[in-house]
């Protein structure tokens, strides 16, 4: 049985509104009143990655992490609404209202009569939806031959996030591998060019070709249903858990850090891995 569309709900995100609006007033906040949509930036970015570090949180304190951060990020999406109120461009119930529209039309299986009964079926279809959506100019126009494929992709990401959804794109559209073996060639294959620009001394060459490697290695992740971003920020917290079991041993042990031979370092950083 199909759904009905969602009825806006009230909440009490109207008082956040208003604690954002006497914040930018006369009589608020200065630091709040002079912040603008380029210098909100950096906090949009650090609040979203608080949240995913909350979710990955232990358990007995992801539940608590997970609301705060979730506060955060949602306050700056207040705060944007509210410049743009000011600028006379949206307000936050116009946000809602778009989303909601969005979200409902990108869901025909859910509110219409479209079947999708697999999460890559829902995918399929949310690609066509998008693909038909930024084919329409803002004008209403059909402005599909003018719109480059890759163009969607925002500048701003994370370089290995921004890898992934690029070669996803083009891979859509058949610009891709077939089998596990090509992709594995081609990394070796850039491997092996990286190193011909490092015994040649070419340090522009071995920027570039260092890049590819990269960009390989996020394409290779990305056939292999493997998001880059996820794996090497795993990886980071992996590195920071068994550095500081070093760090502690060798304090354990009444030394310094920067005094203990390579040899020592390589015996704990073994003995971390064992843990």
């Given at each position: 049985?199909?759904?009905?569309?969602?009825?806006?709900?009230e909440?009490d995100?109207?008082r956040?509104?208003?604690l954002?609006?006497?914040l930018r007033?006369p009589?608020g906040c200065?630091?709040?009143?002079?912040?603008t949509?380029?210098s909100l930036?950096?906090f949009?970015?650090?609040?979203?990655?608080e949240?995913?570090a909350?979710?990955?949180a232990p358990?007995?304190?992801?539940?608590?992490e997970?609301q705060?951060?979730a506060?955060d990020l949602?306050?700056?999406v207040i705060f944007?609404c509210?410049?743009?109120?000011?600028?006379?461009?949206?307000d936050?119930s116009d946000v809602?209202?778009?989303?909601?529209e969005k979200?409902?039309?990108?869901h025909?299986h859910?509110?219409?009569?479209?079947v999708?009964?697999t999460?890559?079926?829902?995918?399929?279809?949310?690609a066509?939806?998008?693909?038909?959506?930024?084919a329409i100019?803002s004008?209403g126009?059909?402005?599909?031959?003018d719109?480059?494929?890759?163009?969607s992709v925002?500048a701003?990401?994370?370089?290995?996030?921004?890898?992934?959804?690029?070669?996803?794109k083009?891979a859509?559209?058949?610009?891709d591998?077939?089998?596990?073996e090509?992709v594995?060639?081609?990394?070796?294959e850039?491997?092996?060019e990286?190193k011909e620009?490092?015994?040649?001394g070419d340090?522009s060459?071995?920027e570039e070709e260092l890049?590819?490697?990269?960009?390989?290695l996020?394409?290779t992740?990305?056939?292999?249903?493997?998001n880059?971003?996820?794996a090497?920020?795993?990886s980071?917290?992996k590195f920071?858990?068994?550095?500081g079991h070093?760090?502690?041993?060798?304090?354990?042990?009444?030394k310094e850090?920067?005094?203990?031979?390579?040899?020592?370092?390589?015996?704990l950083?073994q003995?971390?891995?064992r843990?």
């Amino acid at each position: 049985m199909r759904q009905k569309p969602l009825k806006r709900k009230e909440s009490d995100i109207t008082r956040l509104e208003e604690l954002m609006e006497r914040l930018r007033g006369p009589g608020g906040c200065p630091w709040d009143a002079e912040q603008t949509f380029e210098s909100l930036v950096p906090f949009i970015i650090e609040e979203a990655y608080e949240v995913v570090a909350a979710i990955e949180a232990p358990e007995e304190v992801r539940a608590a992490e997970v609301q705060d951060e979730a506060g955060d990020l949602l306050f700056q999406v207040i705060f944007i609404c509210r410049l743009a109120t000011e600028a006379g461009w949206f307000d936050l119930s116009d946000v809602i209202e778009t989303t909601m529209e969005k979200m409902v039309r990108r869901h025909p299986h859910v509110f219409g009569d479209t079947v999708a009964e697999t999460p890559e079926e829902v995918l399929d279809q949310w690609a066509e939806i998008k693909s038909t959506e930024s084919a329409i100019g803002s004008d209403g126009t059909d402005d599909k031959t003018d719109t480059p494929l890759l163009a969607s992709v925002p500048a701003a990401l994370p370089s290995l996030l921004r890898a992934h959804k690029l070669s996803k794109k083009a891979a859509r559209v058949g610009f891709d591998w077939t089998e596990t073996e090509q992709v594995l060639d081609k990394l070796t294959e850039e491997v092996e060019e990286f190193k011909e620009a490092v015994r040649a001394g070419d340090e522009s060459n071995m920027e570039e070709e260092l890049g590819d490697i990269l960009f390989t290695l996020v394409n290779t992740g990305r056939f292999l249903k493997i998001n880059s971003e996820e794996a090497l920020r795993k990886s980071i917290n992996k590195f920071i858990l068994r550095f500081g079991h070093i760090e502690q041993r060798i304090k354990n042990e009444g030394k310094e850090l920067s005094n203990t031979p390579l040899e020592r370092l390589e015996e704990l950083w073994q003995e971390a891995k064992r843990k």
